[in-house]
């Protein structure tokens, strides 16, 4: 998991999935980390049209073609029993590709079955971490 935590960090453009409007939840507060630490976001969320100024797309499998080709990671804000769906479209969205974003779970959040799926189908897979809080422990910025 450490390599994928490390190429994770070192990419540019992180799919957020479940990305909230609400300021006050975990998961706009670390793509709002992430914006301001260099990363380009693409915010998924089903009922929203722009998160933190970037565009909302209602699923992963709606993200175009043009943005799909720059995803460093998938980075997961849904309950643990969603992910092997979401895992499951990612397969379908980047199984034919030559490099595959890693798929990250945030804190809280493991399924071993998602887990095997992906990592079957050649994805990285980091589950029950936090990127924001990688980040700062890795980049020097967490006490």
Not at 23 to 42: F, M, R
Not at 77 to 99: C, W, Y
Not at 102 to 118: C, E, F, R
């Amino acid at each position: 998991m450490e390599k994928e935590i490390e190429h994770s960090l070192n990419g540019k453009t992180v799919l957020v999935i479940g990305l909230s409007k609400d300021p006050q939840k975990e998961s706009h507060k670390v793509a709002k980390y992430l914006q301001e630490n260099g990363y380009k976001i693409i915010p998924v969320n089903p009922t929203a049209e722009k998160i933190l100024e970037e565009t909302v797309f209602p699923s992963l499998e709606r993200v175009p073609n043009s943005e799909k080709q720059k995803i460093d990671v998938i980075n997961v804000f849904r309950p643990s029993e969603e992910t092997e769906a979401i895992v499951d479209q990612a397969i379908r969205r980047f199984g034919e590709e030559k490099t595959k974003p890693v798929i990250w779970l945030q804190l809280g959040i493991k399924n071993d079955n998602a887990k095997q799926k992906a990592m079957k189908a050649g994805f990285g897979f980091v589950e029950d971490r936090c990127i924001k809080i990688e980040h700062k422990k890795r980049r020097g910025t967490l006490n």
